[in-house]
């Protein structure tokens, strides 16, 4: 892999305390409720980790799988299902997770798969959102961070599937 030159963005300790309010705020939401809690692979699995960790709820965690990057830092406008849904969602509260909301494209492709499937709510959760980005729409409910139209990497985030486990979000400063 060849070396990028990243900037650090927001650290590890910024994350952390933006989890644990993100945590108090969906524990006052979902009291009482049961919830699937479902983790958008790939990039979202660390953050998922951290913030189900934030919320006291009666939870089962389910995972889906999508892609849409195709190993390139921009976006081909298509998104591919890798892997569904263990759970039946109807009638129940899902908590959609996803690490990054950049065109809206794959956040658009999933809340239009789930809605048919009947679930009595959908809450949309996502770490970071660049909304300058944006080409479609899709709700959103929560967002940990707000951030320029740069490329980011690190916790869960890639760049062709390297630096995902750095523990901070940095920006790639010379990507073309
Ligand atoms: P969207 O469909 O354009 O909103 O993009 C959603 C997906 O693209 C995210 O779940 C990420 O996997 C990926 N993505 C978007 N922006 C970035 C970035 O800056 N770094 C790494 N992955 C990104
Ligand atoms: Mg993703």
Do not use: W
């Amino acid at each position: 892999m060849e070396n990028l030159k990243l900037k650090t963005i927001i650290t590890e300790k910024e994350i952390q305390k933006r989890i644990a309010a993100m945590g108090a705020t969906l524990t006052d939401k979902f009291k009482g409720k049961e919830v699937v809690a479902v983790c958008i692979l790939k990039g979202s699995f660390v953050f998922f980790s951290d913030l189900i960790r934030q919320i006291q709820c009666d939870m089962v965690c389910d995972f889906m799988g999508l892609s849409s990057y195709h190993n390139k830092s921009y976006t081909s406008g298509e998104v591919k299902l890798t892997l569904d849904l263990n759970s039946t969602i109807e009638g129940r509260h899902v908590l959609l997770v996803e690490d990054i909301i950049d065109t809206g494209i794959t956040m658009n492709y999933l809340q239009q798969i789930l809605e048919p499937r009947k679930p009595a709510s959908i809450t949309t959760v996502t770490l970071l959102h660049k909304p300058e980005a944006k080409k479609v729409d899709c709700t959103v409910d929560l967002v940990g961070f707000k951030i320029p139209n740069d490329f980011v990497v690190g916790y869960g985030l890639d760049y062709q599937n390297h630096y995902r486990q750095l523990p901070y979000i940095a920006q790639v400063e010379n990507l073309n």
